[in-house]
């Protein structure tokens, strides 16, 4: 009887954590924090599992994901995906979201071209990801990139001096820092990129070992 009723309360639990990501994500659809929204289609908010013990952190959405709604649905999507399977994860099972909610962007003719957000959109988009760190409460949080990074330790950091380190007193949770997978795909050179790749791939592994999945 103990066992059910525990299986029960942490049943609700997770019901109730689920139905909280989901009101995260449309107060994100609010967000007027900084100015970002306003050229963007929609806001695109962290998916995946809303207990997951791994949270995988990105720069902001590209234009596909602008126009889907959903994080890394684009060329990066696709190898980060690849790289997660051969490190033994999902997408379904981590929590991946972004620094930046809006797709920031430059009008070029048809083509909209990814612009970096700066430091204030960063820094204000912080709030969002401070909530939903608070309410997945992963057990470790990978910054992928310059841009996560800056955003989970509130300071600029490079990335070439921080890979591969594990902090755990720079944020909520303790974070490890890797490349973002379109590092990896402006890598052209062949044996380089395929080097990059299999690094990126063991940082994914080592994580999922330090999360315990
Ligand atoms: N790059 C990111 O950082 N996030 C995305 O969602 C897509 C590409």
């Known amino acids: 009887m103990a066992l059910l009723n525990a299986l029960v309360k942490h049943t609700d639990l997770q019901l109730r954590t689920a139905e909280q990501f989901s009101k995260l994500a449309a107060a994100e659809a609010c967000c007027r924090r900084c100015s970002l929204w306003k050229d963007a289609t929609q806001v695109v908010p ?3 599992d809303s207990h997951a013990r791994l949270m995988l952190v990105g ?3 590209g234009d596909r994901e602008d126009l889907d709604g959903r994080p890394f649905v684009g060329p990066a999507g696709r190898l980060l995906d690849d790289a997660l399977s051969a490190a033994g994860l999902s997408r ?17 003719g048809k083509r909209r071209l990814h612009k970096r957000p700066n430091t204030y959109e960063i820094d204000r988009c912080r ?3 401070t909530k939903e760190l608070k309410l997945v409460q992963p057990r470790l949080a990978i ?9 989970m330790a509130a300071r600029p950091g490079k990335i070439s001096q921080l890979r591969g380190r594990l902090l755990n007193d720079v944020c ?3 974070i490890y820092v890797t490349v973002h997978p379109s590092y990896l795909l402006r ?4 044996p380089e990129r395929d080097r990059q790749y299999i690094r990126f791939v063991g940082d994914l592994r080592l994580c999922k070992q330090l999360a315990g999945l």
């Open 46 to 48: 962290g998916t995946g």
């Open 59 to 61: 720069e902001q959405p």
């Open 127 to 129: 709030w969002w990801l």
């Open 143 to 151: 910054a992928m990139g310059a841009t996560a990074f800056r955003s």
């Open 172 to 174: 909520e949770v303790p």
């Open 92 to 108: 379904d099972t981590v929590d991946l979201t972004n620094s930046v909610k809006h797709f920031k962007h430059e009008q070029r």
């Open 187 to 190: 890598t052209q050179k062949k």
